[in-house]
């Protein structure tokens, strides 16, 4: 079975300050991968990043920033001068790639990020 | 835009009635997926599909819900004999499959459901 941990339920940063949303995961698959989604007031939920567990080269997007450490089974996700537009909640998630489960997406419960003008 | 598409947006249902949930994939997707959003819970995998076929229904209550792929139109979630504990927000979610390899594992997800049971 597979588990995200969210510990952020909610946090508000002031514009421009950087942020960093963490996700914890437990796994007993050694392949599989992880995912970030965004959840803004509109309700949709859209795509941010995927990471494969073999893969631990951090990933950067414009002011967005991801550090996957494997031997802390951490997916760290950061946002560099965050602005109004940010404020949303957001998912980590996991899957394994390969035997039971593949394809279930296993969300964390969320972090709510608050941008303050 | 071929993103996923899913309708309603809003239901409202009284006890006892049945809800349809549709949704069509992105263009060039197979595979489909559903998720519930209670409140406090979060999203939550119900059931998988290809067309024609459930793959993995590991997520889905025993009674009153089930889905389908036609080959022919959208995905659809249903159920009967809806209950207050039925109101969430139901997403479709969609992937090429091994079409496109580099991408089989991400799900694009549709705006949402939001069923209300009264």
């Known amino acids: 079975a597979q588990k995200v941990t969210q510990a952020q339920t909610e946090i508000s940063v002031v514009e421009k300050e950087d942020v960093t949303l963490d996700c914890v995961y437990e796994?007993?698959?050694?392949?599989?991968?992880l995912f970030w989604y965004k959840q803004p007031p509109s309700g949709e939920l859209v795509f941010l990043i995927r990471?494969?567990?073999?893969?631990?080269q951090n990933e950067i997007s414009g002011r967005y920033s991801w550090n996957f450490q494997k031997s802390t089974s951490s997916f760290n996700f950061t946002i560099t001068a965050s602005q109004v537009v940010d404020s949303a909640v957001y998912f980590c998630?996991?899957?394994?790639?390969?035997?039971?489960?593949?394809?279930?997406?296993?969300f964390g419960k969320g972090t709510k990020l608050s941008v303050i003008p | 835009n071929a993103g996923v598409m899913q309708n309603p947006r809003h239901l409202v249902r009284r006890r006892g009635q049945e809800a349809r949930l549709r949704c069509s994939p992105m263009?060039?997707?197979?595979?489909v997926y559903w998720y519930r959003q209670l409140p406090e819970e979060g999203l939550k995998f119900m059931v998988y599909?290809?067309?024609?076929?459930?793959?993995?229904e590991s997520g889905m209550p025993k009674e009153r819900f089930s889905a389908e792929f036609p080959k022919e139109g959208p995905s659809i979630l249903r159920i009967q004999q809806v209950v207050r504990g039925d109101s969430a927000a139901y997403f479709c979610?969609?992937?090429?499959?091994?079409?496109?390899?580099?991408?089989?594992?991400?799900?694009?997800f549709g705006p949402g459901t939001r069923l209300t049971v009264t």
């Open positions: 979610a969609s992937s090429p499959g091994w079409v496109e390899p580099k991408k089989a594992y991400e799900q694009y």
């Open positions: 990471r494969n567990s073999f893969d631990e």
């Open positions: 998630a996991l899957t394994p790639i390969s035997g039971a489960g593949s394809y279930q997406l296993t």
């Open positions: 263009k060039g997707h197979s595979h």
């Open positions: 796994t007993r698959d050694t392949t599989y991968y």
């Open positions: 599909l290809q067309k024609e076929n459930i793959i993995d």
